[in-house]
Each structure stands twice: as C-alpha cells, then as structure tokens.
C-alpha cells in the first residue's frame, strides 16, 4: 500500500510532559495516536472539551486534566502510578455541565464500559440486545450442552412473579422435567450423528466431536425453554446503555427490571457520570412512565384484534420497490456526477437496460469474498419480510441490530417443528407430547398470572412471527453470512428464501446476483469444513487441539 510522506505540524512538550503524555498516550509526535489507562469519564470530558477548544488533546490533557503546571509537571511526572495524576473530579464537573445542564447527548457517547449480564433467561437476552448502538457476544446454545445443572438446578429462570408455593412447584417440576427429556433426547442424537458420521482418518478427536456436539445441539436445542438462561458480553458507550436502562425499568417483567437495576449498579462503578440520569425522577422516571404508558395503550388496542396462527408461507415478502435497482443505479453514481438527486434520476430512467448492468458490473466490482461489500447506493432500495420459525433461529436473525425488526410475543399459537433426526432416533412422540405439556402449562399461567410471564416455558421448537426490514447493502451482510456452509440448517433455510424471493418476487436480479457468495446448497455435517479449518489454523501456529 502506498504510504506518502504527509508533513505535519509535531508540537513540542517537556521531558515533565512527555513523561506524563506517554503514561496515557501510543505516542507524542505523531497526529494519530490512542488514549489509554484514563477513566471513561476522563476520556468523554476531554473530546468534550476538545470539540471547544483550539488546543490539541494532548495539551488539554496536560494544561486541564493534570493536577499542576509549569514547574509542578516535574514532580507529577514523578508520582505517575497506576492510578494516574488525573483530574477525575473536574472531568466530572465539566461532564455534568456539558451534558446535564446543556443537553449535548453526544458526550455520552464518547465513553463507554464492558459489561458482563449473567445467567439472564431467553427473554431478557432479546431486551438486552435490542439496541443499535451497542455490541453483543451470547453464549451459543450450537456448542453447550445443557443436560448439566447449575448449582442444584438445570440453567433456567423461575420468575418472582410466580405467585404462589403450587405454581412455583409445578413450573420447577416442568422445567425440569423438560431438561430432562433435553438430555436424553441429545445423548441419542449424539450416537445417531457418530454412527451416521464415523471419525475420518486426518481429523482429530477434537473437529470431530466438536462438530458431532454442533450437529446434536442443533437439534436438540428446541426442547430448551425460553427460561433457559445464558450469558451476555456487552460493550456499549453510556448514551446506549441509558437507553437500554430505561427501555428494561419500563419492562412488565420483573426479571428485565431487576436486572436493569443491578446492571445501572455496576456501571455506576465505572462509568457513573454516564449513568447520572437515569433513575431520577424528572429526567429517567418520566422518560420510563412514558414507555410504560404506551405499552398499555397499544396492548388495550390489540385486544381488538383476535389471534391468527400462522398458515401461509415461512418467509413471506411483502413489500420492495419495483423501482429499487435504478434508484441503486442513481444513488451509486450521484457521488461521481455533477447535477441534482432529480436530474440524475430523470436521467437514469431513460437509461437501457443493458446500461444499468453496466452501471451494476462497476459499482459491485470485482468482489473476492464475503466482506467486500458494494457502497451506501444499495441502501436506496429496502425489502420487507413477514417471517415464521422456531425461536431458536429466530434468535439467530434477531442479533443483527441494523435491521428494522419486531417480533411477536411467543406463544404456543404458531405449532412447532419435529426435526427429522428426532424421528430417526424414535424420540418423537416424547418430543411432541413434551411440547404439547408444555403448551398448557402456557395457558395455565397466562389465565393466573400474564401471557408475558407465561413466555418463559415455550420451548425453542415453537414457531414465532416477526417482520424483518432491511436494505440491499444489509441484506448482503445478512445473507451472505448466514447461508454460510456452517451456519445452523434452519437459518440457512430462511435466508436463501429471502435471497431467492429478492429476485424472483421483486424481480431484482442484478441484487440478488451481485450477492455471490449466498450458499445455496446443503450439507450433510455442515460444521466439518469450519472445524477443519479451525484446526489447520492451530496447527499452523503449533497450537495443540484442546481436548474434546
């Protein structure tokens, strides 16, 4: 890559200074260089004072967020510790006083923590990551066997809102019952994949039974009850994080609202300036009140509307733009061209057809694999799905956060899935009457206590509906990702019928093709290949496989 030689302007510090800048600093003369060891608060306060000055950040660190000047740098520079000479308390005033008494909400978002949410239910993970702006790791049902407790008992929720001994006792008995039934149901499917699959000479012990765990989880997991609990990593700046906080103190579940409450705690620990707002009354409490009061609204408005199970198609496109691929066209070559959004688009539909594919080959490009992604042009066109299937791949979809996505409340309204290889292993009938007992435990605590409450015990196999709406250039990402040879058979599924409906329904061939690397075909151990590459990785960096 060429690298000029770009002349700039290197300011000069002390021996005092520099000691002091390279404590908290990558380095001290170049215009590019990273922050680091200072306080989340420190940081926020200094681009905020950064954006209203005419000093660099380096010197306004020194000159205002270090304890002295002049002559006093020299003995600072020699008490640096772990701790640092930095000025925390007046980064919290100047943070206050931008952020709380001017209302410049984009403070907040120059500062940010990692949190860890532990053993938080089904139901909370879709709270938790509900949020744009923020970033998610879950534990992954496709690896983990759940046929061991926790503790003294199996991983899953019991909700404080469970309002007496008996249906406390009943709603234990169930759910363990269900755990059981996961066990013996993912031991048999275990022996059904290795006998189906036998160990190939030059994979090791370990690709192996990774991939023949991944293959039973798979179908095991829809015996997993939305109470099953995981664990979530979260990074988000402070601004995300009130959000989410208010968004889960407004949540009818206790669960989402205890959580929250214990979450706002932690971050007051790291990040407390961020999180100022959040619970006082005027600013947070009405903020939640209103969240809250609309909930009430619509679900009174929804009583009006009776409950349709679903019976049309799985992955259903309802809406698109016939004109989307020339409004791609003009919005991929208004950056190149000298007139207006108008003129261009009069333009552009007088062009041929053979032009427009001209205009497509260039824009998409040469594209060697997944991660080379055309421009923002493909976000000028959009497509709207009506999807319904099993909450465990709808869990899969919903992570990606940029979509438009809103999902139905679970229920056992929409029937379930049996997968094939629990009829092959005879544990079908078992599977079924599993789900079936499920079902009216459902409506047993929908009638005594809430249909939210009642969520918790629909197991993974029960079908839910949600819309999905995303763009082209979203779609790519999405699409291309999750039709991967290792992906989960289900997901795989409804992605390549969106790909095809793209350009079969909305008849938008030149988008559906430049998504090259969607991956139509199936595959018998679909975890194999990745396993594969996963362990010549290791071996090239003489890393042992760890043991199975």
Same mark, same amino acid.
């Given at each position: 890559?060429?690298?000029?030689?770009?002349?700039?302007?290197?300011?000069?510090?002390?021996?005092?200074?520099?000691?002091?800048?390279?404590?908290?600093?990558?380095?001290?003369?170049?215009?590019?260089?990273?922050?680091?060891?200072?306080?989340?608060?420190?940081?926020?306060?200094?681009?905020?004072?950064?954006?209203?000055?005419?000093?660099?950040?380096?010197?306004?660190?020194?000159?205002?967020?270090?304890?002295?000047?002049?002559?006093?740098?020299?003995?600072?520079?020699?008490?640096?510790?772990?701790?640092?000479?930095?000025?925390?308390?007046?980064?919290?005033?100047?943070?206050?006083?931008?952020?709380?008494?001017?209302?410049?909400?984009?403070?907040?978002?120059?500062?940010?923590?990692?949190?860890?949410?532990?053993?938080?239910?089904?139901?909370?993970?879709?709270?938790?990551?509900?949020?744009?702006?923020?970033?998610?790791?879950?534990?992954?049902?496709?690896?983990?066997?759940?046929?061991?407790?926790?503790?003294?008992?199996?991983?899953?929720?019991?909700?404080?809102?469970?309002?007496?001994?008996?249906?406390?006792?009943?709603?234990?008995?169930?759910?363990?019952?269900?755990?059981?039934?996961?066990?013996?149901?993912?031991?048999?499917?275990?022996?059904?994949?290795?006998?189906?699959?036998?160990?190939?000479?030059?994979?090791?012990?370990?690709?192996?039974?990774?991939?023949?765990?991944?293959?039973?989880?798979?179908?095991?997991?829809?015996?997993?009850?939305?109470?099953?609990?995981?664990?979530?990593?979260?990074?988000?700046?402070?601004?995300?994080?009130?959000?989410?906080?208010?968004?889960?103190?407004?949540?009818?579940?206790?669960?989402?609202?205890?959580?929250?409450?214990?979450?706002?705690?932690?971050?007051?620990?790291?990040?407390?300036?961020?999180?100022?707002?959040?619970?006082?009354?005027?600013?947070?409490?009405?903020?939640?009140?209103?969240?809250?009061?609309?909930?009430?609204?619509?679900?009174?408005?929804?009583?009006?509307?009776?409950?349709?199970?679903?019976?049309?198609?799985?992955?259903?496109?309802?809406?698109?733009?016939?004109?989307?691929?020339?409004?791609?066209?003009?919005?991929?070559?208004?950056?190149?061209?000298?007139?207006?959004?108008? #003129?261009?688009? /009069?333009?552009?539909?007088?062009?041929? *057809? &053979? %032009? +427009?594919?001209?205009?497509?080959?260039? =824009? !998409?490009?040469?594209?060697?694999?997944?991660?080379?992604?055309?421009?923002?042009?493909?976000?000028?066109?959009?497509?709207?799905?009506?999807?319904?299937?099993?909450?465990?791949?709808?869990?899969?979809?919903?992570?990606?956060?940029?979509?438009?996505?809103?999902?139905?409340?679970?229920?056992?309204?929409?029937?379930?899935?049996?997968?094939?290889?629990?009829?092959?292993?005879?544990?079908?009938?078992?599977?079924?009457?599993?789900? #079936?007992?499920? /079902?009216?435990?459902?409506?047993?605590? *929908? &009638? %005594? +206590?809430?249909?939210?409450?009642?969520? =918790? !015990?629909?197991?993974?196999?029960?079908?839910?509906?949600?819309?999905?709406?995303?763009?082209?250039?979203?779609?790519?990402?999405?699409?291309?990702?999750?039709?991967?040879?290792?992906?989960?058979?289900?997901?795989?599924?409804?992605?390549?019928?969106?790909?095809?409906?793209?350009?079969?329904?909305?008849?938008?061939?030149?988008?559906?093709?430049?998504?090259?690397?969607?991956?139509?075909?199936?595959?018998?151990?679909?975890?194999? #290949?990745?396993?594969?590459?996963?362990?010549?990785?290791?071996?090239?960096?003489?890393?042992?496989?760890?043991?199975?």
């Amino acid at each position: 890559m060429n690298n000029p030689s770009v002349p700039f302007y290197v300011e000069e510090f002390t021996a005092p200074e520099t000691a002091i800048l390279e404590r908290y600093f990558s380095n001290t003369d170049q215009p590019v260089f990273a922050i680091r060891g200072l306080p989340e608060v420190v940081k926020g306060a200094l681009f905020a004072r950064y954006s209203r000055s005419p000093k660099s950040v380096r010197r306004l660190f020194l000159d205002e967020f270090t304890t002295g000047s002049g002559d006093a740098v020299a003995a600072i520079a020699e008490q640096v510790d772990d701790d640092g000479p930095v000025g925390v308390e007046r980064a919290q005033t100047l943070y206050d006083r931008v952020f709380t008494e001017y209302g410049d909400d984009s403070v907040a978002q120059l500062g940010g923590a990692h949190l860890a949410v532990e053993q938080a239910s089904n139901i909370l993970t879709k709270v938790l990551e509900w949020g744009r702006l923020a970033s998610y790791l879950e534990q992954s049902t496709r690896y983990i066997f759940y046929d061991h407790k926790l503790g003294d008992r199996y991983r899953y929720h019991v909700p404080n809102e469970l309002s007496t001994t008996a249906t406390r006792d009943r709603y234990t008995r169930e759910i363990d019952d269900l755990f059981g039934v996961y066990s013996r149901v993912v031991d048999k499917l275990v022996a059904y994949y290795e006998a189906m699959y036998p160990r190939q000479d030059g994979d090791s012990s370990f690709v192996w039974s990774s991939t023949i765990r991944a293959k039973a989880c798979d179908d095991a997991r829809g015996l997993l009850p939305a109470a099953t609990t995981s664990n979530v990593g979260i990074f988000a700046s402070g601004q995300a994080y009130e959000a989410l906080l208010l968004r889960m103190a407004a949540h009818p579940l206790d669960e989402v609202r205890w959580f929250g409450d214990r979450m706002l705690e932690e971050l007051r620990t790291v990040i407390p300036s961020f999180m100022k707002r959040v619970d006082v009354p005027e600013r947070g409490g009405v903020w939640a009140k209103y969240f809250k009061d609309i909930d009430a609204a619509m679900t009174r408005q929804a009583q009006l509307f009776e409950t349709v199970p679903a019976t049309g198609p799985g992955v259903d496109l309802v809406e698109w733009d016939p004109e989307g691929e020339r409004k791609v066209a003009a919005s991929a070559l208004y950056p190149y061209v000298s007139m207006s959004e108008r #003129e261009l688009r /009069a333009r552009v539909a007088d062009m041929s *057809e &053979d %032009e +427009i594919d001209q205009v497509f080959t260039a =824009y !998409v490009g040469n594209r060697s694999n997944r991660r080379h992604k055309p421009g923002r042009g493909l976000e000028e066109t959009f497509y709207r799905f009506d999807i319904v299937c099993d909450y465990g791949i709808f869990r899969d979809l919903q992570r990606h956060r940029m979509l438009t996505l809103q999902w139905q409340p679970l229920s056992p309204a929409n029937g379930f899935i049996v997968p094939e290889s629990v009829e092959d292993v005879g544990a079908a009938p078992e599977w079924v009457a599993t789900m #079936e007992r499920m /079902a009216g435990l459902y409506g047993d605590l *929908e &009638d %005594e +206590i809430s249909p939210q409450v009642a969520q =918790y !015990v629909i197991p993974f196999a029960y079908k839910v509906r949600f819309t999905l709406k995303l763009n082209a250039r979203e779609a790519f990402h999405m699409l291309e990702l999750r039709t991967q040879q290792g992906g989960h058979p289900g997901y795989r599924a409804v992605c390549q019928e969106m790909h095809r409906q793209i350009r079969d329904v909305a008849g938008h061939r030149r988008i559906a093709e430049a998504m090259r690397f969607v991956d139509h075909h199936d595959y018998d151990l679909a975890r194999l #290949e990745t396993e594969r590459r996963a362990a010549a990785k290791r071996a090239g960096l003489g890393v042992e496989d760890p043991s199975a």
